[in-house]
């Protein structure tokens, strides 16, 4: 899948993304590559939600990772 990284300085074909903990926040690493960072664990698993949903019912040929302030926590 292609992803446009937070700060759209890289785009990747990626095929695993993880989270990390990185101090107080939560970064979304794939292809060895920073892609997003986020201010908590439930809005790093909610954007790996919207990628997994994008995979399901591609929306776009590339997935731009949104900004922290972008994600509402449920």
Same mark, same amino acid.
């Given at each position: 899948?292609?992803?446009?990284? !937070? /700060?759209?300085?890289? $785009?990747i /074909?990626?095929?695993? &993304?993880?989270?990390? #903990?990185?101090?107080?926040?939560? $970064? &979304?690493?794939?292809?060895? *590559? =920073?892609l997003?960072? *986020?201010?908590?664990?439930?809005?790093?698993?909610?954007?790996? #939600? %919207? &990628?997994?949903? /994008?995979?399901? *019912?591609p929306y *776009? =040929?590339?997935? !731009? %990772?949104?900004?922290?302030? =972008?994600?509402?926590?449920?």
């Open positions: 899948m292609w992803i446009r990284s !937070q /700060n759209k300085r890289l $785009l /074909n990626v095929d695993v &993304i993880s989270v990390h #903990d990185d101090c107080d926040d939560y $970064l &979304i690493r794939g292809g060895g *590559y =920073e997003g960072r *986020y201010s908590s664990k439930e809005k790093a698993l909610l954007v790996l #939600d %919207m &990628i997994q949903e /994008n995979l399901e *019912y *776009y =040929e590339v997935f !731009q %990772m949104p900004t922290d302030t =972008e994600v509402d926590e449920v």
